[in-house]
């Protein structure tokens, strides 16, 4: 199992490039998780205590509205990372999470990561970078939601 959570880790884009003990000190933050159609991974105002680098699958972001429910700002699949939130205190998910099919992950602790990252400063410069990337493309994604809803009638 180390073997393959160091093997996805290295070569996903968000860790490609960190030295290899850098990696090797993430795998002890790491495990494999799978998640049935349809389930919850999180919700919007709970603990955000992980990320999840999603292997397969497409998982739906959402938020709720009182007028039209919840509204898919963003689905992610295969590839992608799923989770900034646990990188900010206070540390609560700012969406909700739900798999649209059976999806794989390896999951990362953000406690042991954060950790890690007060032991490293670097690191943890350096996953912010990574990670500020991923935040901007949600708030991008939520900017279009935004004005598909409420955009000036053509």
């Known amino acids: 199992m180390a073997n393959f959570i160091a093997e996805q880790l290295s070569?996903?884009?968000?860790?490609?490039?960190l030295p290899f003990v850098t990696i090797s000190d993430m795998i002890g933050c790491a495990s494999?998780?799978?998640?049935?159609?349809?389930?919850?991974?999180?919700?919007e105002g709970e603990n955000a205590?992980?990320?999840?680098?999603?292997?397969?699958?497409?998982?739906?972001?959402?938020i709720h509205t009182h007028n039209k429910g919840p509204i898919v700002i963003q689905s992610l699949n295969g590839g992608d990372v799923l989770g900034w939130s646990w990188l900010f205190s206070p540390f609560i998910w700012h969406f909700d999470a739900l798999a649209k099919e059976k999806t794989n992950a390896i999951q990362l602790d953000g406690q042991c990561i954060r950790k890690k990252c007060k032991e490293n400063p670097e690191l943890g410069f350096e996953l912010m970078n990574r990670f500020s990337k991923i935040i901007m493309e949600r708030l991008n994604a939520t900017r279009l939601q935004l004005v598909d809803m409420y955009g000036q009638p053509g």
Do not use: A, M, W, Y
């Not at 998640?35 to 999180?42: K, L, P």
């Open 49 to 62: 205590n992980n990320c999840f680098i999603l292997l397969s699958g497409s998982v739906d972001l959402s």
């Open 32 to 43: 494999e998780k799978t998640f049935s159609r349809g389930g919850t991974i999180f919700l």
């Open 11 to 17: 070569s996903h884009p968000i860790f490609q490039g």
